[in-house]
């Protein structure tokens, strides 16, 4: 990924002479860092939401500006994230926001529940959400790539797990694989219950045999390291 070539992120095609082939989280990082860095001074101090989308060959179908919000907000509509990617038939998007502050970028409340979101909302359409990059006035200041990733954090594989959003197929299946865990847990306990209740029948038979051949109560609890009361119950209930 050469970031020297990105000059609108309006529309890039690939078909273009400028056409740029992204293979990591640090590319997609570089990209929005360079578009957010081409602005102007005033525009830095507000919260963007892009969406960068790209082709089954990971070069760049279009990178477009979602929101444009004040310091602390973007308002963001679930729909305008799709807009361009469908419109240029990409089946994989990157999102990106910026913090206004001077903090090490990471993810709010809320920023994690509108990832969720995006996240089931793009599976519905057949949409790939590959990452979700936060990047800070401290990004753009440091030489160092500072950033958060929620690929790189995990953040997206335990969102899909997360049944806030899924559509009903999902859960469906969810649900549907519960039933069958919970089904063998079952069959496992049973074994294991089973196993012991053999073990407790196979005990009780030779301390029976044993108080068969004359051994005494004590005799049977010291060899067979057994409290006397459970041998006692055991002549007691071989005597009836």
């Known amino acids: 990924m050469d970031k020297n070539k990105i000059t609108n992120y309006t529309i890039i095609k690939k078909?273009?002479?400028?056409?740029i082939k992204v293979e990591s989280v640090i590319d997609y990082y570089r990209v929005f860092k360079y578009i957010l860095k081409s602005e102007e001074?005033?525009?830095?101090?507000?919260?963007?939401?892009?969406?960068?989308?790209?082709?089954?060959?990971?070069?760049?179908?279009?990178?477009y500006l979602v929101s444009l919000g004040s310091k602390n907000i973007a308002h963001i509509a679930i729909v305008d994230v799709f807009a361009e990617a469908?419109?240029?038939?990409?089946h994989h998007i990157i999102v990106a926001h910026n913090h206004t502050d001077m903090k090490p970028p990471k993810p709010s409340e809320f920023d994690i529940d509108f990832t969720n979101r995006i996240l089931h909302f793009a599976k519905?359409?057949?949409i790939k959400l590959i990452?979700?990059?936060?990047?800070?006035?401290?990004?753009?200041?440091s030489?160092?790539?500072i950033f958060y990733s929620f690929f790189l954090e995990n953040m997206l594989a335990l969102l899909l797990q997360d049944t806030s959003y899924q559509i009903v197929s999902d859960v469906k299946h969810i649900l549907e694989k519960e039933k069958q865990d919970y089904k063998d847990d079952g069959i496992k306990e049973g074994k294991k219950i089973g196993k012991a209740q053999g073990a407790k029948e196979y005990k009780n038979k030779i301390i029976i045999k044993m108080l068969d051949k004359n051994y005494t109560v004590k005799q049977i609890s010291e060899i067979l390291d057994i409290n006397e009361k459970e041998i006692e119950r055991i002549k007691n209930k071989k005597g009836k």
């Not at 078909?15 to 056409?19: G, L």
């Not at 001074?41 to 990178?63: G, M, N, P, T």
């Not at 469908?86 to 990409?90: M, Q, T």
């Open 15 to 19: 078909e273009s002479i400028d056409a």
């Open 124 to 126: 519905f359409l057949n």
């Open 86 to 90: 469908f419109a240029h038939k990409s």
């Open 41 to 63: 001074q005033y525009l830095q101090h507000k919260e963007h939401f892009w969406v960068l989308a790209i082709d089954d060959e990971r070069y760049i179908s279009c990178i």
């Open 131 to 141: 990452d979700h990059i936060i990047l800070s006035r401290l990004s753009l200041e």
């Open 143 to 145: 030489d160092e790539e």
